[in-house]
């Protein structure tokens, strides 16, 4: 999943939890532009502002071996 998927996935989840983006971030303790941005796809956000939105939204990510053709 490229940068944009993760994006679609944040936005999904937090439109479910009925979230606004002031909100969302206000919850993680990150600025209403890192939450646009993340939605997004812009590349090169922080680790770790983007683990405390994903813990807001109770998501999570993992890493996998890429499977090759």
Sequence with gaps: ????????????????????????????GCSE??????????PGVRLDKLQDVLDVLGLELRLAVRKTP
């Design 33 to 42: 532009r890192f939450v646009r941005d993340l939605e997004a796809g812009k």
């Design 1 to 28: 999943m490229d940068e944009h998927g993760v994006g679609r996935q944040i936005k999904e989840r937090r439109r479910s939890l009925l979230l606004t983006q002031p909100e969302l971030a206000s919850l993680a």
